[in-house]
């Protein structure tokens, strides 16, 4: 049972351009949401994140949408660079239980992003 | 953010061998460890989850006497792999979490390949 999906196995954008990465969540239970980048052999590095209570966050130039009646969450980087090119994670955590809920992830299948010069 | 640090980053082992896994917190005080695995092509799946001086909870379908996990100290976590066969080769890796108002950090992970 996926309860953090990624639809889309791949995305190549170029450089410039806007990237969007999609996520779905199933699990009703999930009030927190984190997006991971992450590099081949290497751990993944964490980049974003957003509470159920807002529908948007921005970071320099990622930004992390929440559609709560939707169950849906989106990635957007702009202007996207070359240097984005990884696969990048959705993640949910249901932190309103407390204790080590807090820190447990569920991940999506992750999506490969590839920007072009 | 913070560090942790996992080793051994590639390991190859024959089948039938025991493999060691370290996770330390280097700049925090990991009071939990989670444990993931990650199989070609798909999400890190929770394995379980460690408190420091206390036995781990195993997610459903991890058998807890094959995946053993060591957390003795508010730093350093263990995963021993025993009696390792060719279908336990995974990318495993490690996110500790103080505890605090702030996120799990991940190690870099260990890709472990049973032969």
């Known amino acids: 049972d996926q309860q953090v999906k990624q639809n889309s196995p791949s995305l190549s954008v170029q450089e410039g351009r806007i990237s969007i990465l999609n996520c779905d969540y199933t699990n009703s239970m999930f009030d927190y949401f984190l997006w991971y980048k992450k590099y081949p052999a290497e751990g993944p590095t964490f980049l974003i994140s957003?509470?159920?209570?807002?529908d948007k966050n921005e970071d320099g130039r990622f930004t992390v949408f929440l559609n709560k009646s939707a169950k849906h969450l989106s990635l957007h980087i702009v202007p996207s660079q070359p240097g984005d090119s990884a696969v990048y994670f959705c993640?949910?955590?249901?932190?309103?239980?407390?204790?080590?809920?807090?820190?447990?992830?569920?991940f999506g299948q992750g999506t490969i992003l590839t920007v072009h010069p | 953010g913070a560090v942790v640090s996992q080793h051994p980053s590639r390991v190859i082992c024959k089948s039938g061998t025991s493999v060691k896994i370290e996770c330390r917190s280097l700049?925090?005080?990991?009071?939990?460890m989670f444990w993931y695995r990650q199989f070609p092509k798909q999400s890190l799946m929770l394995m379980a989850t460690?408190?420091?001086?206390?036995?781990?909870?195993?997610e459903q379908g991890v058998e807890k006497d094959k995946f053993l996990i060591n957390h003795a100290s508010l730093t350093l976590s263990t995963l021993t792999v025993t009696s390792a066969h060719p279908e336990d080769s995974s990318f495993y890796i490690c996110s500790g979490w103080s505890g605090l108002n702030t996120e799990a950090f991940f190690g870099q992970g260990t890709r472990l390949t049973v032969v």
């Open positions: 700049d925090f005080q990991a009071t939990t």
């Open positions: 460690s408190n420091e001086g206390s036995k781990a909870t195993y």
């Open positions: 993640a949910a955590s249901a932190r309103w239980a407390g204790g080590t809920s807090y820190g447990k992830l569920t």
């Open positions: 957003i509470s159920s209570i807002k």
